[in-house]
């Protein structure tokens, strides 16, 4: 991303899922549910949903889309194992944490004076997970639905904060979070969260 200096700043957008959290193993909690089915067989059925969540968390955006997704995810599961698990006991088995060092990084941010965001390719309920896990105290807006590399999540967050692209950056985990950034016309940086705000200058 060439060398970025805080004084160069007055936002930062970043990613969800891989950039501020992860997904705890959910398998002991879906053996807990589904004890007649072998492991092997749950994790197939898990990272087939899993693959058709990622294909279609933007089609969450409200509160009917949000459960017409998870009724479908639920079914891709259910499909793939042969189990009858309703939408609220599968969406319950997932449990996220704070990825380390992250908490750390964001007081330092926020210390700075640079506003935050956060642009997830996730459904609507992003907003309640990063409640749960205390990080939504952080973030002047959160955007869901996000649907990068499109850089239109980019784009709203930094309209809703008042903040000039050219006076943004956007922290990421993967290809489409960098596509986006630049289709938005901010500068990138690679996750960790916590070596992108050591590497600002």
Not at 25 to 30: I, N, S, V
Not at 62 to 73: F, I, N, P
Not at 80 to 90: I, P, Q
């Amino acid at each position: 991303m060439g060398v970025v200096t805080l004084a160069s700043l007055d936002a930062i957008t970043l990613d969800a899922y891989g950039t501020l959290v992860e997904l705890v193993d959910p398998l002991p909690a879906l053996q807990r549910l589904l004890p007649e089915f072998d492991r092997g067989a749950i994790r197939h059925a898990f990272q087939t949903e899993v693959a058709y969540y990622r294909a279609h968390a933007s089609d969450g955006r409200d509160t009917a889309t949000m459960r017409a997704l998870r009724e479908d995810c639920v079914g891709v599961f259910n499909d793939s194992l042969g189990s009858t698990l309703t939408a609220d006991a599968y969406v319950g088995a997932l449990e996220f944490r704070v990825l380390s060092g992250v908490v750390e990084a964001l007081d330092c941010l926020r210390a700075r004076g640079l506003e935050l965001a956060v642009v997830g390719n996730w459904d609507l309920s992003l907003h309640e997970r990063l409640d749960v896990i205390g990080l939504r105290r952080y973030f002047a807006a959160v955007v869901a639905a996000a649907a990068k590399p499109a850089p239109d999540g980019i784009v709203d967050a930094l309209t809703h904060l008042g903040v000039a692209p050219e006076r943004a950056l956007h922290v990421g985990d993967d290809d489409a979070d960098a596509e986006a950034a630049e289709a938005a016309g901010v500068r990138f940086a690679p996750a960790p969260l916590r070596e992108a705000v050591a590497s600002l200058a």
